[in-house]
């Protein structure tokens, strides 16, 4: 604005005179909204500050907390809460005057200009057109739209992963996400002091960007939001690119596609216009924009009426340079993000689709509730199909095709991957098409696409040709170049929709595109596999160079080399479909419009070939190896291609049900090396969409961080075992577990949550999880989690609807207070536990007493009983072991070793044992003291005499005493690049090689402290864990020879951190074991 104080002070008054124009009974009303938290976006005013209902008291407290705009705002929701709609009204128009400069006919001229823009865009944006079993089907927005999942940023990678990558499982994404409604992507994060004018919003193609544009801007033309804004222009990229190369004024542009706008020639309006309104353009689809922009651009551009090519005026306008007041929303796929730089972006955002609950809500507002009901239980049925639902287009499909099968009566065939979906999705287009235009009701699917074979592969070429040009929008000449009639194409409204721009000057002749961009790709790639079964090559010489004695294997290897040179990706989803309707499956359902072919498994396994060596970029060492880590650490270089395409080309793979995929990620997931969170998010999306169920998931395998494991946990839900010991799970990934756990159809059978700190929510969740019937899970260990009390348990033990057949609790102080309330539990007729593990869980001949009632009671299930390292006494014993003698007693194996009453101490400090360094096995360049307690790295080498069992080499020494049992010990470490283990004696003594450090064979595993940084190691493989706060020295170490169990800890005021545990299977006793590599560093073993 020009005069910026004087404004705000108009605006002051505005406030005051609306507030004054309430009785004082209405003002205390108006308060108690303030005070209230009815205000979503704000926070309530406290209400000792508005005690007094004087005008200029809650005026002032107001302004303080909102700032005198967003106060106005505040002003007009609640008052219209109120039903005070005289008073919102008159209130609106000053503002509207306020910021417009006035009531002089040029600003009633503008006010029109205003309603008229807002007309114009209700009628615009009011209808969405929706693919449906009746074609292409105008539909209000209002009554299908579902709010979508957007958020702050975007993901990991964003501009080196492929867009496919960033799919669903809302809840297993990013902890610092923040949702943002639709409506308030141009308002200020809470928290944010700064000004959003250019907002950058990314997502994958059919994620719902273009919709969410068109219901921001209907709501803002219904008056339902964004009432601050006075005009709202969407200029799409897919249209701007036919007037490229025109020259225009920013001002005769806007005059040119809003023709509402030509009455403001005067140029004291359009100083006002573009100096003092507030003004949103949406730059929609810069994906699909053939302009070339250049940031920062050489030709610097400040007025509205100055003309230019448009590249030119659109550069300057994300710049800043040419209306920098203006707000600015750009829509993108991932792939075109980039070309805009992040000084231009105030906020970046993310949409991301459907999360499950909001498939639903679509399902159920398209089609009627009871087919939405039936449709979505056959989508859950299949992972990949359920996944694929995030993306609202492909929903979209997905229920036209199912739809159509539910009419049909063959929803047993349902399609299972996307070129099977898009398949049926044109043999239901087509048989629409013959009822409706010809009368026919033909089910035979080999007929149906036979009459409609000529218009399928006319729309097919031309979806071809258009797509290696890279052109999205044709005109009626571009038709009947491919043959078409315009009336054919109407006929086919399912697949072609027109557009046309009644007002539009620049836009000459009527204007056409298919539903969708994957609809274009999918009749692309069928009429390429349709030219080669033809032997119509010629048609293909703009694609394939040789076009004589060509196989299929050839033009499968032209495709995959074309997809990877392209840089937008235009080719990913065209070369997914032609390999998928290379499937002979495939073409068995395409018989009517593609001849008989022989089978060509060799030229698809040809083709695999190939694609694994594009991606592993000709290496010859280790092929397999090479591959897999290509997908997942691929650099852009001169020489590589880029990671989009690498994605690209492993969901290729998935589309022709490449076997060997998921082999080969699971050999580099056991190297070792580390994966990023983008690599996560393509290892869940690879296990989630197979339908192979894998036999189990281990989170300890996958070497990542805890955002990694965030990601990854959304794959449980496709394993029959889960181990998830020893992980630092947020909330949100407690949710994402037990949510898999109550799945339909779930395939978890064992889950293993040891060495977790359950709180209470995550233990009510827990028993929620098991007592829902669609749990099947049979066997939960819980080793460690540090249960107190057994509520939760015994009530799941005791429900009708538990599944449970083994579980162990061992290592939590439970006393005999908790067996008591577990017993109450297996006393229960309805639990049929088998086994039982209680192991060093603090229970006297008391507790005993409990679990020997609790079999009196229910005899007919529990076998196994594990009271080792407890204190049942003799008489504990003598009563469990009547239990074992009892014939009607199922119980035939019970464990009552290590009887003693110092287990019944608390913690792990009742397994502590002392050690002392072996001076024989020193490094010399280490000195012992403390009575060989403590050991430290010096540079003079002491005067050690030879001995066998010394380190020559590396800077270790071992303890005298071994260890085969339960064992505890504490270590403080000082300095840096220490490590403490165990290993067997006979780990070799001489030499720099793996086998002569602890952690570098398979006879030691370590823990190792370095660069303020924690890592484990074992046979020479490291994985890097969280570190705790360096403050925190000391570290503890517990070992369970038996069980096969290392585990680290962190302590910090006697309170144990778990760091890490190894599983093993120990096969002689093991040796307390040191490193330490840095002058003056040093590890002391502390007295417990």
Same mark, same amino acid.
């Given at each position: 604005?020009?005069?910026?104080?004087?404004?705000?002070?108009?605006?002051?008054?505005?406030?005051?005179?609306?507030?004054?124009?309430?009785?004082?009974?209405?003002?205390?009303?108006?308060?108690?909204?303030?005070?209230?938290?009815?205000?979503?976006?704000?926070?309530?005013?406290?209400?000792?500050?508005?005690?007094?209902?004087?005008?200029?008291?809650?005026?002032?407290?107001?302004?303080?907390?909102?700032?005198?705009?967003?106060?106005?705002?505040?002003?007009?929701?609640?008052?219209?809460?109120?039903?005070?709609?005289?008073?919102?009204?008159?209130?609106?128009?000053?503002?509207?005057?306020?910021?417009?400069?006035?009531?002089?006919?040029?600003?009633?001229?503008?006010?029109?200009?205003?309603?008229?823009?807002?007309?114009?865009?209700?009628?615009?944006?009011?209808?969405?057109?929706?693919?449906?079993?009746?074609?292409?089907?105008?539909?209000?927005?209002?009554?299908?739209?579902?709010?979508?999942?957007?958020?702050?940023?975007?993901?990991?990678?964003?501009?080196?992963?492929?867009?496919?990558?960033?799919?669903?499982?809302?809840?297993?994404?990013?902890?610092?996400?923040?949702?943002?409604?639709?409506?308030?992507?141009?308002?200020?994060?809470?928290?944010?002091?700064?000004?959003?004018?250019?907002?950058?919003?990314?997502?994958?193609?059919?994620?719902?960007?273009?919709?969410?544009?068109?219901?921001?801007?209907?709501?803002?033309?219904?008056?339902?939001?964004?009432?601050?804004?006075?005009?709202?222009?969407?200029?799409?990229?897919?249209?701007?690119?036919?007037?490229?190369?025109?020259?225009?004024?920013?001002?005769?542009?806007?005059?040119?596609?809003?023709?509402?706008?030509?009455?403001?020639?005067?140029?004291?309006?359009?100083?006002?216009?573009?100096?003092?309104?507030?003004?949103?353009?949406?730059?929609?689809?810069?994906?699909?924009?053939?302009?070339?922009?250049?940031?920062?651009?050489?030709?610097?551009?400040?007025?509205?009426?100055?003309?230019?090519?448009?590249?030119?005026?659109?550069?300057?306008?994300?710049?800043?340079?040419?209306?920098?007041?203006?707000?600015?929303?750009?829509?993108?796929?991932?792939?075109?993000?980039?070309?805009?730089?992040?000084?231009?972006?105030?906020?970046?955002?993310?949409?991301?689709?459907?999360?499950?609950?909001?498939?639903?809500?679509?399902?159920?507002?398209?089609?009627?509730?009871?087919?939405?009901?039936?449709?979505?239980?056959?989508?859950?049925?299949?992972?990949?199909?359920?996944?694929?639902?995030?993306?609202?287009?492909?929903?979209?499909?997905?229920?036209?095709?199912?739809?159509?099968?539910?009419?049909?009566?063959?929803?047993?065939?349902?399609?299972?991957?996307?070129?099977?979906?898009?398949?049926?999705?044109?043999?239901?287009?087509?048989?629409?098409?013959?009822?409706?235009?010809?009368?026919?009701?033909?089910?035979?699917?080999?007929?149906?696409?036979?009459?409609?074979?000529?218009?399928?592969?006319?729309?097919?070429?031309?979806?071809?040709?258009?797509?290696?040009?890279?052109?999205?929008?044709?005109?009626?000449?571009?038709?009947?170049?491919?043959?078409?009639?315009?009336?054919?194409?109407?006929?086919?409204?399912?697949?072609?929709?027109?557009?046309?721009?009644?007002?539009?000057?620049?836009?000459?002749?009527?204007?056409?595109?298919?539903?969708?961009?994957?609809?274009?790709?999918?009749?692309?790639?069928?009429?390429?596999?349709?030219?080669?079964?033809?032997?119509?090559?010629?048609?293909?010489?703009?694609?394939?160079?040789?076009?004589?004695?060509?196989?299929?294997?050839?033009?499968?290897?032209?495709?995959?080399?074309?997809?990877?040179?392209?840089?937008?990706?235009?080719?990913?989803?065209?070369?997914?479909?032609?390999?998928?309707?290379?499937?002979?499956?495939?073409?068995?359902?395409?018989?009517?419009?593609?001849?008989?072919?022989?089978?060509?498994?060799?030229?698809?396994?040809?083709?695999?070939?190939?694609?694994?060596?594009?991606?592993?970029?000709?290496?010859?060492?280790?092929?397999?190896?090479?591959?897999?880590?290509?997908?997942?650490?691929?650099?852009?270089?001169?020489?590589?291609?880029?990671?989009?395409?690498?994605?690209?080309?492993?969901?290729?793979?998935?589309?022709?049900?490449?076997?060997?995929?998921?082999?080969?990620?699971?050999?580099?997931?056991?190297?070792?090396?580390?994966?990023?969170?983008?690599?996560?998010?393509?290892?869940?999306?690879?296990?989630?969409?197979?339908?192979?169920?894998?036999?189990?998931?281990?989170?300890?395998?996958?070497?990542?961080?805890?955002?990694?494991?965030?990601?990854?946990?959304?794959?449980?839900?496709?394993?029959?075992?889960?181990?998830?010991?020893?992980?630092?799970?947020? !909330?949100?990934?407690?949710?994402?577990?037990? *949510?898999? %756990?109550?799945?339909?159809? @779930?395939?978890? /059978? &064992?889950? #293993? $949550? =040891?060495?977790?700190?359950?709180?209470?929510?995550?233990?009510?969740?827990?028993?929620?999880?098991?007592?829902?019937?669609?749990?099947?899970?049979?066997?939960?260990?819980?080793?460690?989690?540090?249960?107190?009390?057994?509520?939760?348990?015994?009530?799941?033990?005791?429900?009708?609807?538990?599944?449970?057949?083994?579980?162990?609790?061992?290592?939590?102080?439970?006393?005999?207070?908790?067996?008591?309330?577990?017993?109450?539990?297996?006393?229960?007729?309805?639990?049929?536990?088998?086994?039982?593990?209680?192991?060093?869980?603090?229970?006297? !001949?008391?507790?005993?007493?409990?679990?020997? *009632?609790? %079999?009196?009671?229910?005899? @007919?299930?529990? /076998? &196994?009983? #594990? $009271? =080792?390292?407890?204190?049942?006494?003799?008489?504990?014993?003598?009563?469990?072991?009547?239990?074992?003698?009892?014939?009607?007693?199922?119980?035939?194996?019970?464990?009552?070793?290590?009887?003693?009453?110092?287990?019944?101490?608390?913690?792990?400090?009742?397994?502590?044992?002392?050690?002392?360094?072996?001076?024989?096995?020193?490094?010399?360049?280490?000195?012992?003291?403390?009575?060989?307690?403590?050991?430290?790295?010096?540079?003079?080498?002491?005067?050690?005499?030879?001995?066998?069992?010394?380190?020559?080499?590396?800077?270790?020494?071992?303890?005298?005493?071994?260890?085969?049992?339960?064992?505890?010990?504490?270590?403080?470490? @000082?300095?840096?690049?220490?490590?403490?283990?165990?290993?067997?004696?006979?780990?070799?003594?001489?030499?720099?090689?793996?086998?002569?450090?602890?952690?570098?064979?398979?006879?030691?595993?370590?823990?190792?402290?370095?660069?303020?940084?924690?890592?484990?190691?074992?046979?020479?493989?490291?994985?890097?864990?969280?570190?705790?706060?360096?403050?925190?020295?000391?570290?503890?170490?517990?070992?369970?020879?038996?069980?096969?169990?290392?585990?680290?800890?962190?302590?910090?005021?006697?309170?144990?951190?778990?760091?890490?545990?190894?599983?093993?299977?120990?096969?002689?006793?093991?040796?307390?074991?040191?490193?330490?590599?840095?002058?003056?560093?040093?590890?002391?073993?502390?007295?417990?």
């Amino acid at each position: 604005m020009a005069n910026q104080g004087f404004t705000s002070c108009q605006l002051l008054t505005h406030l005051f005179s609306s507030l004054e124009d309430m009785n004082d009974e209405a003002r205390k009303r108006f308060s108690l909204y303030l005070t209230d938290k009815t205000l979503e976006d704000f926070p309530p005013i406290p209400k000792a500050r508005l005690e007094s209902h004087k005008v200029t008291n809650i005026v002032e407290q107001m302004r303080d907390m909102y700032g005198i705009v967003d106060s106005l705002n505040i002003t007009l929701f609640i008052l219209k809460l109120m039903n005070y709609n005289d008073l919102a009204r008159r209130l609106d128009q000053k503002i509207k005057e306020t910021h417009l400069g006035g009531k002089e006919p040029e600003s009633r001229i503008l006010q029109n200009t205003i309603q008229s823009n807002k007309d114009v865009m209700m009628r615009k944006f009011e209808h969405i057109s929706e693919v449906t079993m009746k074609g292409g089907t105008q539909i209000h927005l209002d009554s299908i739209y579902t709010e979508l999942h957007i958020t702050e940023g975007e993901s990991e990678g964003v501009n080196e992963e492929h867009e496919i990558w960033q799919i669903e499982n809302t809840d297993r994404r990013r902890r610092h996400d923040r949702k943002i409604k639709c409506n308030d992507i141009f308002k200020p994060l809470p928290g944010q002091r700064k000004t959003i004018r250019l907002v950058m919003t990314k997502g994958v193609a059919g994620i719902g960007k273009t919709v969410s544009v068109q219901k921001f801007v209907l709501d803002w033309a219904e008056g339902e939001a964004n009432q601050d804004k006075d005009f709202m222009f969407v200029l799409p990229f897919r249209e701007l690119n036919l007037i490229k190369d025109d020259r225009y004024s920013f001002h005769t542009l806007l005059i040119y596609c809003y023709p509402e706008l030509q009455h403001l020639q005067a140029p004291e309006i359009q100083d006002v216009m573009y100096k003092k309104s507030r003004i949103v353009i949406i730059l929609d689809g810069l994906d699909e924009s053939r302009l070339l922009l250049h940031l920062p651009s050489k030709e610097k551009l400040c007025d509205a009426l100055q003309e230019s090519r448009v590249e030119i005026l659109l550069s300057n306008l994300i710049q800043g340079n040419l209306l920098p007041s203006a707000f600015i929303w750009i829509t993108t796929r991932p792939a075109a993000a980039k070309q805009v730089p992040e000084d231009y972006i105030s906020q970046r955002t993310e949409i991301r689709g459907f999360t499950d609950k909001q498939k639903e809500e679509y399902f159920k507002k398209r089609i009627r509730e009871d087919q939405a009901e039936n449709i979505i239980s056959h989508i859950k049925t299949s992972r990949s199909l359920y996944i694929m639902c995030h993306i609202p287009v492909f929903c979209s499909i997905l229920v036209t095709v199912l739809e159509g099968m539910l009419v049909h009566d063959d929803l047993e065939e349902k399609p299972k991957t996307l070129t099977e979906v898009f398949i049926y999705f044109l043999l239901i287009q087509s048989k629409n098409k013959e009822k409706k235009y010809e009368g026919r009701n033909e089910v035979d699917r080999e007929k149906v696409l036979e009459s409609n074979k000529a218009i399928l592969m006319k729309l097919a070429k031309l979806a071809f040709e258009e797509l290696q040009e890279g052109k999205i929008l044709f005109t009626e000449k571009d038709l009947q170049h491919s043959g078409i009639d315009v009336t054919d194409a109407a006929v086919h409204s399912g697949m072609c929709t027109e557009i046309f721009k009644e007002d539009a000057k620049f836009f000459k002749a009527k204007l056409y595109c298919f539903v969708h961009l994957s609809v274009q790709e999918f009749l692309a790639a069928l009429y390429v596999f349709y030219c080669y079964v033809s032997r119509n090559m010629k048609a293909l010489k703009c694609f394939i160079s040789r076009t004589w004695r060509v196989s299929l294997a050839n033009l499968l290897k032209a495709a995959v080399d074309q997809s990877v040179k392209s840089q937008n990706g235009h080719l990913d989803l065209f070369l997914r479909f032609l390999l998928g309707i290379s499937l002979e499956s495939n073409q068995s359902l395409l018989q009517g419009l593609l001849p008989k072919t022989k089978g060509r498994s060799k030229s698809l396994q040809k083709t695999s070939r190939h694609i694994k060596k594009t991606i592993s970029n000709n290496e010859k060492d280790e092929p397999s190896k090479i591959f897999v880590l290509r997908v997942f650490k691929i650099k852009t270089t001169k020489n590589r291609i880029s990671t989009e395409r690498a994605m690209n080309l492993l969901l290729c793979l998935l589309e022709m049900k490449d076997a060997s995929l998921h082999n080969e990620i699971d050999s580099y997931v056991k190297s070792g090396d580390k994966l990023s969170p983008a690599h996560c998010s393509a290892l869940a999306y690879m296990i989630l969409v197979s339908e192979n169920v894998l036999d189990e998931f281990d989170m300890k395998k996958y070497n990542t961080d805890d955002e990694g494991r965030e990601i990854l946990i959304i794959a449980v839900r496709n394993s029959r075992k889960a181990r998830l010991h020893g992980c630092k799970f947020t !909330e949100e990934s407690y949710k994402a577990i037990m *949510s898999s %756990l109550q799945l339909p159809n @779930s395939h978890i /059978r &064992e889950m #293993d $949550l =040891s060495y977790s700190d359950l709180k209470d929510p995550e233990e009510l969740m827990l028993c929620s999880a098991l007592l829902c019937p669609s749990s099947r899970l049979e066997n939960l260990s819980l080793k460690q989690c540090f249960l107190h009390h057994c509520d939760v348990l015994a009530s799941v033990l005791s429900s009708g609807s538990s599944n449970l057949r083994h579980l162990d609790l061992s290592e939590n102080d439970l006393l005999d207070s908790g067996v008591e309330i577990l017993s109450t539990g297996v006393r229960s007729p309805h639990c049929t536990l088998e086994t039982l593990g209680l192991s060093g869980c603090c229970i006297s !001949e008391r507790g005993c007493e409990f679990l020997s *009632s609790a %079999l009196s009671s229910n005899p @007919s299930y529990l /076998r &196994e009983l #594990d $009271l =080792s390292y407890n204190h049942p006494g003799e008489a504990g014993v003598k009563l469990l072991t009547a239990r074992l003698q009892d014939p009607h007693c199922k119980l035939e194996k019970l464990n009552v070793d290590h009887d003693d009453e110092c287990w019944l101490k608390s913690g792990l400090q009742k397994y502590a044992c002392k050690f002392t360094l072996d001076p024989n096995t020193a490094n010399r360049k280490l000195l012992l003291s403390e009575g060989n307690r403590k050991v430290t790295c010096v540079v003079e080498k002491q005067p050690y005499p030879d001995h066998p069992e010394r380190f020559k080499s590396w800077l270790q020494v071992l303890c005298r005493e071994d260890v085969s049992g339960r064992c505890y010990w504490e270590v403080e470490r @000082s300095g840096q690049m220490v490590y403490i283990g165990v290993t067997y004696k006979g780990i070799s003594r001489r030499g720099f090689s793996s086998d002569n450090y602890i952690g570098g064979n398979n006879k030691s595993w370590v823990l190792i402290y370095d660069n303020n940084s924690y890592s484990v190691r074992h046979n020479s493989i490291s994985t890097a864990i969280p570190a705790p706060p360096s403050s925190y020295n000391r570290v503890g170490v517990y070992l369970d020879w038996s069980a096969g169990t290392l585990t680290f800890y962190s302590i910090s005021s006697d309170k144990l951190t778990h760091l890490h545990t190894f599983h093993s299977t120990f096969t002689e006793p093991l040796y307390p074991g040191f490193g330490v590599l840095s002058y003056k560093s040093s590890l002391t073993l502390c007295e417990i």
